[in-house]
């Protein structure tokens, strides 16, 4: 069966609607200081023609829930906000951030994320981390939506299977089709099989496609358009970004699924990281925009 049957198979109540596309936002400015208020509303102007939903990873970190919540207020905006449980301080720390911001922000709040690829790193079994989730939503009143966001191999293989039995309410997953090294040939392809995968097995854990969890793509690349050396296989550059935002981001909005690009922004304060072959794990330009809020490609779809 040809992989897009099989997707529309597995997604018949997403097929006849378009998905919603929002970005991953990072809470430091191109030099590393911390952003501001101010920051965030020129940031949402530039995405704000594209996009009204932002995800970001620690509430507490920079002070984000605090300086980014007014923003979106006062640009209509929404925000995933992120809380960093690798350690029980951070855990605290942005959970505090969350209880304390949130309830003044409902409306611009969208959802709360415990752990980014937390499973995929080994830092929780499933179980220890559906213990986090089930606690923040307690600390929250049960008034917002609570889940976390994963690797989706971790979602098909079965490790975040406590998650779906267990009351997620939402649920990211990150496809990188370059970090697997695929060539931009079979780019596309391999995303949407990674997602297929992991969304249809949380769709059979969860016994239903309307009383499960809320399902989004976490993650996904525009494949490195500043980096100038291969992944593997898996080459960068603006226009392999521009093709991969054409046919993968695109076109999984246009079956109906929701999905979050990594990233908005570039952000060349981050250092430059190695893979576990050696590789050169870069994350400096990640971003669909430059660091300084120019255009690298078009991103209508």
Known sequence: MHLTTLLLASFPALATAAGTLGFALGAKNPDGTCKATSDYTSDFATLGAHSKLVRIYAASQCDTAAAILPAAKSTGFQVILGIWPDTDDSYEADKAAVVQYAPQYKDQVYAVTVGSETLYRGNFTGETLLEKILDTKTALGGAFKVGTADSWNKYQDGTADPLIKGGADILLCNAFSYWQGQTLANSTASFFDDIMQAFGHIQDVAGSTSTGPELWVGETETRMANRRS????????????????????????????????????????????????????????????????????????
């Open 230 to 301: 291969n992944y593997q296989s898996a080459t960068p550059g603006v226009s392999n970004a521009q093709t991969y935002w054409q046919t993968a981001i695109c076109g999984i909005l246009d079956w109906g699924v929701n999905v979050f690009s990594f990233e908005a922004f570039d952000e060349p304060w981050k250092p430059v990281s190695v893979g576990a072959d050696g590789s050169v794990a870069d994350e400096t330009h990640w971003g669909v925009w430059n660091a300084d809020r120019s255009t690298k490609f078009p991103v209508s779809c």
